[in-house]
């Protein structure tokens, strides 16, 4: 496969999953909001800091509202991560390879931008959010399902799906960090009533709330983390989203398992041996939130690896110390 087409499949699996993520990212608090009166204007801010996208922000908007963060990463055209800019990204290189990918998904891919353009058109999203940002996350879905039933199983699908499963592990990571580090105001809080609303809504917001009591009945902030990180089966847990993502580059590689070949395969694989041999005990006593850090740190850098190895042009001097070695070896 080129590595143009392999680079357009893995940045529409990214941006799309990214879109559905922030709709996510907004909805914990739309949701919090809803549950409790202690939550104003404040604590939209960490929206924005966990997003990275503060200094942007700041010089666009200044001090954070409801309003102006809601803008800001659903409809802002200079945000590069808001949900506008993901799903015309993403509707860009699915144009650029539609001899690839099926039909079925290209015009799954131009639905999605036409409703995100669409509602950015107006300001009816404000009256309510909350259906915009379900019908966000419902086309991401239908374009998961469509991708699933109407693409060869084959190299594409495993770029496909390699950058999906990198991008929503790095977002259920923030979507926890939210709540642990930012939206819990104060330690008095913990334990208490308005902090048991919150891990729901967090938990709903990773539409994970149905599969989480079936598991357990009661919620507690160690047993939501670790489903959430740890839990083998459930596909939005970092853990299963890593096995998932290690799957793929391996299928692609043809890589067998305990063995790398470039360095994007050893991150992973590091990566993944990491949390099958975590304890969410050992995590919450060394700092959820540095854990939380760490992974998408590490993150990054599977996906920097991922693009050195697949898309990025070789140097000329790196060709030529390539010779070098070969002649030397002869």
Same mark, same amino acid.
């Given at each position: 496969?080129l590595?143009?087409?392999?680079?357009?499949?893995?940045w529409?699996? %990214?941006?799309?999953?990214r879109?559905?993520?922030?709709?996510?990212?907004?909805d914990?608090?739309?949701?919090?909001?809803?549950?409790?009166?202690?939550?104003?204007n404040?604590q939209?801010?960490?929206?924005? *800091?966990?997003?990275?996208?503060?200094?942007?922000?700041?010089?666009?908007?200044?001090?954070p @509202?409801?309003? =102006?963060?809601m803008?800001f990463l659903?409809?802002?055209?200079?945000?590069?991560n808001?949900i506008? =800019?993901?799903?015309?990204?993403?509707?860009e290189?699915?144009?650029?390879? %539609?001899?690839? *990918?099926?039909?079925?998904m290209?015009?799954?891919?131009?639905?999605?931008?036409?409703?995100?353009?669409?509602?950015?058109s107006?300001?009816t999203?404000?009256?309510n959010?909350?259906?915009?940002?379900?019908?966000?996350?419902?086309? =991401?879905?239908?374009? #998961?399902g469509?991708?699933?039933?109407?693409?060869?199983?084959s190299?594409?699908?495993?770029?496909l799906r390699?950058?999906e499963?990198?991008e &929503?592990a790095?977002?259920t990571?923030?979507?926890l960090?939210?709540k642990y580090?930012f939206l819990?105001?104060?330690?008095?809080?913990?334990?208490? @009533?308005?902090?048991?609303?919150?891990?729901?809504?967090?938990?709903r917001?990773?539409?994970?709330?149905?599969?989480?009591?079936?598991?357990? %009945?009661?919620?507690?902030?160690q047993?939501?983390a670790?489903?959430?990180?740890? #839990? %083998?089966?459930?596909p939005?847990?970092?853990l299963?989203?890593?096995? &998932?993502a290690?799957?793929?580059l391996r299928?692609?590689?043809?890589?067998?398992?305990?063995?790398? $070949?470039?360095?994007?395969?050893q991150?992973?694989?590091q990566?993944? $041996?990491s949390?099958?041999?975590?304890?969410?005990?050992?995590i919450m006593?060394s700092g959820?939130?540095?854990?939380l850090?760490? *992974?998408q740190?590490?993150?990054n850098?599977?996906?920097?690896?991922?693009?050195?190895?697949?898309?990025?042009?070789? $140097?000329i001097? =790196?060709?030529?110390?390539?010779?070098f070695?070969?002649?030397?070896?002869?």
């Amino acid at each position: 496969m080129l590595s143009r087409v392999a680079n357009s499949i893995y940045w529409m699996s %990214r941006t799309l999953e990214r879109a559905e993520n922030v709709a996510r990212f907004i909805d914990v608090n739309l949701n919090l909001m809803l549950d409790s009166e202690a939550l104003d204007n404040n604590q939209w801010g960490p929206l924005v *800091i966990t997003s990275g996208d503060r200094a942007l922000f700041e010089k666009h908007y200044g001090a954070p @509202t409801k309003e =102006s963060v809601m803008r800001f990463l659903t409809f802002d055209q200079t945000n590069p991560n808001s949900i506008l =800019s993901c799903v015309f990204a993403a509707r860009e290189n699915a144009r650029s390879i %539609r001899e690839i *990918i099926s039909s079925e998904m290209w015009e799954q891919a131009n639905r999605f931008y036409m409703l995100v353009r669409e509602a950015a058109s107006n300001d009816t999203i404000f009256w309510n959010p909350h259906d915009f940002y379900t019908e966000v996350k419902l086309a =991401s879905h239908l374009f #998961d399902g469509i991708a699933d039933a109407t693409l060869s199983h084959s190299e594409p699908w495993h770029f496909l799906r390699l950058g999906e499963m990198i991008e &929503r592990a790095d977002k259920t990571s923030r979507i926890l960090d939210v709540k642990y580090y930012f939206l819990l105001p104060t330690l008095q809080g913990v334990g208490s @009533t308005i902090d048991g609303v919150q891990w729901a809504a967090l938990l709903r917001s990773a539409s994970s709330f149905e599969m989480y009591r079936k598991r357990h %009945r009661r919620i507690t902030p160690q047993r939501v983390a670790n489903f959430l990180i740890l #839990d %083998r089966h459930f596909p939005r847990s970092i853990l299963f989203c890593v096995a &998932r993502a290690e799957e793929s580059l391996r299928a692609i590689t043809g890589t067998s398992h305990n063995f790398f $070949s470039n360095q994007a395969e050893q991150r992973l694989g590091q990566l993944s $041996s990491s949390l099958n041999y975590s304890k969410i005990e050992e995590i919450m006593a060394s700092g959820l939130h540095e854990f939380l850090d760490s *992974i998408q740190i590490r993150l990054n850098q599977v996906d920097d690896a991922v693009c050195e190895t697949f898309f990025a042009l070789p $140097s000329i001097d =790196s060709d030529r110390n390539e010779r070098f070695q070969a002649d030397q070896h002869q």
